[in-house]
């Protein structure tokens, strides 16, 4: 069975350095997602991608942050200046046509110094 | 302001009986709400969709209602098994992003 993958597993880095958080979704899924957990917190949604733009965005999802999907297959996020808080495990998910039923992938979890 | 309210924090039954937990939202209108199970540092896998037109889903041992007038979703394991010990997530869709209850830790006690 098709499974979404992220990269990597975990990520350590200093407080203001940028980090580039990796996800493979399941090659017929149209739409795209991050979400974040914060440990021992809810899962918050962050922001939403389909046809190569974003088509909604919380606001957590501030100016530091960036998704792109570069070359059809790879969706990131990238965030540009990471601050303590930032400090979670964060989830890529995508669905298919009816955009109903999510599939997650295991987590990235990012830890800032 | 928009909230989803998952009814406890944590759940604790014995082996064979039956979970019921609870989702309540309010300042929503979902076209459908799901659940999700979470097991620790995993991401949330999904369990099963309800729509607003639809009163009650069942899926095995699962079973899941939706009250629009309400408000409310109520999701039941019958047969409680100690593999059913995660924490459920409720999901709301919101125009292109879906929101989540903070969840229920269940614990099944063999």
């Known amino acids: 069975e098709p499974e979404v993958t992220q990269t990597p597993s975990h990520q350590v880095t200093q407080m203001g350095q940028e980090v580039i958080l990796r996800c493979v979704p399941i090659s017929n899924h149209l739409y795209f997602y991050w979400y974040r957990q914060i440990l021992g917190q809810k899962v918050e949604f962050l922001v939403s991608?389909?046809?190569?733009?974003?088509?909604?965005k919380s606001e957590i999802f501030d100016d530091q942050f960036s998704v792109e999907r570069p070359d059809g297959s790879n969706f990131t996020l990238k965030i540009r200046s990471t601050k303590l808080e930032d400090s979670a495990m964060y989830f890529c998910?995508?669905?298919?046509?009816?955009?109903?039923?999510?599939?997650f992938g295991p987590g990235t979890r990012l830890l800032v110094l | 302001s928009q909230k989803i309210e998952q009814n406890s924090e944590a759940l604790n039954i014995q082996e064979g009986k039956t979970a019921t937990l609870t989702c309540n939202y309010t300042n929503y209108s979902p076209a459908y709400l799901q659940w999700y199970r979470q097991d620790p540092g995993r991401g949330p896998v999904f369990l099963l969709l309800?729509?607003?037109?639809?009163k009650e889903k069942r899926k095995e041992r699962l079973k899941v209602t939706f009250d629009t007038t309400l408000k409310q979703s109520l999701f039941h394991i019958t047969a409680s098994q100690p593999a059913d010990s995660a924490t459920y997530l409720c999901?709301?869709?919101?125009?292109?992003?879906?929101?989540f209850g903070a969840g229920t830790r269940l614990t099944v006690k063999p």
């Open positions: 999901a709301l869709h919101n125009n292109n992003d879906m929101r």
């Open positions: 998910a995508g669905s298919g046509t009816a955009q109903e039923t999510q599939y």
């Open positions: 991608f389909y046809n190569n733009e974003i088509s909604e």
């Open positions: 309800i729509r607003e037109n639809e």
